[in-house]
């Protein structure tokens, strides 16, 4: 089983839609999580970490579910510069290895 | 905020020919650089953990005489792929840690742009 699994999409939206997907995680001693952005053919950049209590960030919410060992990104209000690979990425406590999933693909269209 | 440079961004060459790519801190000291591999359509994979004076540590199935490691300063750490196959043509991503620590927000990784490797 992987570490970090997520859906791969693609997530096709329309601009100003609400798109949201999950990332489960296997190890229960996970600490740390993270959403990144990757562009096409470019490096990952951090867009946010998750807190416990879930936080937001503009148009970004993200969410923890540490019973079902999951965590969800949510992108309101679609922009077509929203369109990438969001990479869900997870910590084990006591070990500074990140484990990054494969990526879930999200298109906007105008 | 800061700032690793890695090149070269592309490189194209021919089976068996070695390729170096470097990764530059540009505003910080880094003791630890971690170095990355993902394939298409794939999650990033660890490859190994630079370590400035020392040797690097790989991960499990990670060939140490294939892919060198070095991490001579504090603002350098190099990855050659000796001997390039076919195979190993992928995109090589250097990164360091942000934060440090445990608990949320620890941890966070900062990335070079990458080196995409196309081995002929």
């Known amino acids: 089983r992987k570490e970090v699994e997520q859906d791969p999409g693609p997530f096709n939206v329309p601009e100003g839609a609400t798109v949201a997907f999950n990332c489960t995680y296997s190890n229960s001693a996970s600490q740390s999580f993270f959403w990144y952005r990757q562009d096409c053919r470019k490096e990952p950049k951090l867009l946010m970490s998750v807190y416990s209590s879930g936080n937001e960030d503009g148009r970004f919410t993200a969410q923890l579910n540490r019973a079902s060992q999951y965590i969800s990104l949510l992108i309101r209000d679609s922009k077509l510069s929203d369109s990438a690979t969001y990479l869900c990425?997870?910590?084990?406590?006591?070990?500074?290895?990140?484990?990054f999933g494969a990526g879930t693909t999200v298109t906007v269209r105008a | 905020g800061a700032v690793v440079s890695q090149h070269p961004s592309w490189v194209i060459c021919k089976s068996g020919t070695s390729v170096k790519i470097e990764c530059r801190s540009l505003d910080f000291q880094a003791t630890t650089m971690f170095w990355y591999r993902q394939f298409p359509k794939q999650s990033l994979m660890l490859m190994a953990t630079?370590?400035?004076?020392?040797?690097?540590?790989?991960e499990q199935g990670v060939e140490k005489d294939k892919f060198l490691i070095n991490h001579a300063s504090l603002t350098l750490s190099t990855l050659t792929v000796t001997s390039a196959h076919p195979e190993d043509s992928s995109f090589y991503i250097c990164?360091?840690?942000?934060?440090f620590g445990q608990g949320s927000g620890a941890n966070v990784l900062t990335f070079g742009a990458g080196s995409r490797l196309t081995v002929l």
């Open positions: 990164s360091y840690r942000t934060s």
């Open positions: 990425v997870v910590n084990i406590a006591y070990d500074y290895k990140l484990s």
């Open positions: 630079s370590n400035e004076g020392s040797k690097a540590t790989y």
